[in-house]
């Protein structure tokens, strides 16, 4: 297909951009990267960011969803990988995806966009025009494409809040965003701001050098990224009868239970942690290292803070923490697009309508669409993939978008349950339903498991689709592009997820339980007959035999 596309940025999202719509027959794709490498903020990167914009992870990262749900839905990460990875394998996994589907060469690595406008031709064509600069060589060139999708990801621009006095206080102050890792600080003790994911990894980190004092406006719910049973967490939320039994369940109900279960784990109330939301209306925080650093002493729950001092920091209950040598904003990211008009789109307090968080409704072509801009309980990449498969579908004229109207009203019905749900914060405006809206798309794509017909012709595929867990190779078992190798990666999800422990041969020394217990009823017979001979009353009980 002749029609030019262009996917701006080369992260998780961008690269599966490119692969979908080069599959789905367009072969005028060209990638804007504006750092030299591919990965956006899995790559993890030593130096300052560049842009105000620019997303990496800490040197530690390591990933809160497992690997069998991150994996694309036809490339499963290696079976050696472990399941909660370190960023370095998500890094390498991406460059894996993009050599196995030849997708390096419409990439183009340092190469910014500085401006995407509607060209004048757009109210009869629906092009664009994309401005960029080639950082390499400093030239600046104007393009015109036929289609775009932006994927330049919106864990980039911090929020930076403000408390009063913050001005003057003398200590370090960072976001998240910028933390390296431990070596790049420096003192003895530090407040970490926020109780998202950001927050609890670093927590965990310093804690171990630093005294922390963990300051959060609203509490958490913790969760654990090992289940007790001490399998990824993902493998037992995400599946098909769960989803459904969420959807039907009363929320109060479903609540009370995973209120129950998060107690019994760990002490929300004992360790001053409770939030006044539900565990359903946040992002969850995975912290399997931080209760027991609450534990230890080493880190300290305190609620927001009220004010700076020169040195030290004094909470809203009044105390006051002197001395402090670190301050870490943990406190989350602002959506922005800086090289697109606000006229075209302006986003505040991170508030999007976008129809199903891809299209403009006000456009009048469906030419410009969003990648990626979700926040689901669940693995961002297979959402990515989805949505590129099902934008390279509407770019080609397969799947036909609804008017604008019907469009805003989607926009609305989404909002109304997002607040209805989701405790009112940035971080909740682009909430998703993980398989819901992967199915939701997958419909339209035409890859969504028929699940009546699986019951019939193959009812193990079927069972293990409805309670087993959610990966992502069940939307490559038919329609386009499926994917020969989707149905044996369902079924070997669990090698790949025990794989990585095999790291050591277990030794059988102690009989099975069944065999421990025919041996415990033997021995008390023999002993029992034992003293049974061996006293005086057996002489008599055997006379009158
Ligand atoms: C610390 C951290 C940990 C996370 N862990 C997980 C996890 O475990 N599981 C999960 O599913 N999600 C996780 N996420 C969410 C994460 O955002 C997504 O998984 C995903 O990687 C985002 O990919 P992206 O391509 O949309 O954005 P990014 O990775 O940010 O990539 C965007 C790319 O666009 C480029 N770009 C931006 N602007 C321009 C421009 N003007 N011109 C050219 N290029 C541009 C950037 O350089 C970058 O390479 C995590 C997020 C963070 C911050
Ligand atoms: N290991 C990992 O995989 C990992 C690590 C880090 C991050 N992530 C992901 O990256 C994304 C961003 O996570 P994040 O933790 O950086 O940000 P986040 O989830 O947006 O959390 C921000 C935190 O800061 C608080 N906050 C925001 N503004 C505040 C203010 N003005 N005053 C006080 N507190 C404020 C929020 O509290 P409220 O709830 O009250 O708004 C929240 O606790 C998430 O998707 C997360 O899952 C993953």
Redesign the pocket.
Known sequence: MEKRVAVIGAGSSGITAVKNLVEAGFNQVVCYERRDVIGGLWFYKETAARWNDEAC??RS?????SKEFLAYSDFPMPDYFANFCHNSDVEEYLKKYCKHFGIEKYIKLNTEVLSLKKHRSYESTGKWEIQVKDHSTGNESLEDFDFVIVANGH?GEP?L?K?PGLENFQGVTMH??DYKDVRSTSGSRAVI?????????ISVELGKCMKVFL????G?WFHFRLHTSGLPWDYYYHNRLGHFLRQILPRSYRNSKVKDKLKKRFPHDLFHLTPDFEPDD?????VDDLTDKIASGRVVIKP??KLFTKKGVIFEDGTFEDNIDLVV?????NIVYPFIDKELLNVQDNKVSMYLLMWLPELTKNTLAFLGLC?PIGSMFPIAEMQSRFIAKVFKGEIVLPSKDDMCKEICARNKWQSSIY?D????TIRVPWLPYLDQLAKAVGCKPNMYKLLVTEPRLFWRLLTGPGVSYQYRLEGPNAWPGARHAIFTVMDRIKKPFATRPLVQRNASWGKQFVLMTMSFVVFAAATFFASEDSKWYLKCF
């Open positions: 992870v800490n990262t390591v990933v809160n969803t864990h929020i809040p408390f998240s965003r701001v926020g109780i998202g994911n950001s927050a609890g990894d300051s959060t406006r609203s958490a946040a992002n969850p925080t995975l927001n803070i904003f943990a406190t989350g990211y926040q405790h914060s940035p971080r909740n």
